[in-house]
């Protein structure tokens, strides 16, 4: 089935810095969503992006729909410790299903 | 957040023994979704439903079985649970948005399932 490349699988930052994490795909999508994961919680949703191009902001969080349709970036500014978690793109691919594709995951690791 | 509840939280039971997983909404959403997360495979779609008594398989469907008798209910069964069942279950919610896009999914807390 069709498949998200998320990268980096897992990051290791000092708090304060800034954090980039991406998806790329081989389809085209129409949807692309971003999620943070706490341990022991289910996905929240950070944010959700409808257009090619769109840029949104969520307080610190940043992202990104590619212009191609393919790929998505977030990034986290000034990084604090209740940052760690698991973040996950996820997307509509057209043609349009009823169906979400998740990456895989990006792990993001805060050192004291 | 969204109100989705999902029982039980934990459960453990043994190899061979039937388990069903409730998902509860109370936000009329028409699209429901059972997802299994194991490490290193991320969220994988087991059976999703788009209305009541209607539901199709994803890519992780062997062994689940799913019904949805009421908007609000959707519940996931193993019918003779086997040890590679060990993980935890969410379930996730979405309502169609314009014709062309589809809102977001929200997630219920997971249910944690061990299988001795």
């Known amino acids: 089935g069709q498949q998200l490349n998320q990268s980096p699988q897992s990051m290791f930052i000092q708090e304060g810095e800034d954090v980039s994490m991406n998806c790329t795909s081989s389809?085209?999508?129409?949807?692309w969503l971003w999620y943070k994961q706490d341990p022991g919680e289910g996905p929240v949703l950070l944010i959700a992006?409808?257009?090619?191009?769109e840029l949104t902001s969520n307080g610190r969080l940043t992202a990104q729909f590619g212009i191609t349709r393919k790929d998505s970036f977030l990034n986290i500014s000034a990084s604090i410790p209740s940052d760690v978690g698991i973040y996950f793109c996820?997307?509509?691919?057209?043609?349009?299903?009823?169906?979400?594709?998740f990456g895989k995951g990006t792990r993001l690791h805060i050192l004291p | 957040d969204a109100g989705i509840t999902q029982s039980p939280r934990h459960k453990v039971t043994e190899t061979g023994t039937p388990v069903t997983l409730r998902c509860h909404q109370t936000?009329?959403?028409?699209?429901m979704y059972w997802y299994r997360q194991d490490p290193g495979h991320g969220l994988r779609l087991i059976h999703y439903?788009?209305?009541?008594?209607?539901?199709d398989k994803g890519e992780v469907s062997d062994g689940y079985s799913v019904s949805r008798s009421k908007t609000e209910d959707f519940l996931l069964t193993l019918e003779s649970a086997t040890s590679s069942q060990t993980s935890v279950y969410f379930c996730?919610?979405?309502?169609?948005?314009?014709?062309?896009?589809?809102?977001?999914?929200?997630f219920g807390p997971g249910t944690r399932l061990t299988v001795l």
């Open positions: 936000e009329n959403h028409r699209y």
């Open positions: 389809s085209i999508f129409n949807t």
């Open positions: 992006l409808y257009k090619a191009g």
């Open positions: 439903s788009y209305g009541v008594k209607d539901t």
């Open positions: 996820a997307g509509h691919a057209l043609p349009l299903d009823d169906k979400i594709i």
């Open positions: 996730a919610i979405s309502a169609l948005f314009l014709q062309d896009f589809w809102s977001e999914q929200f």
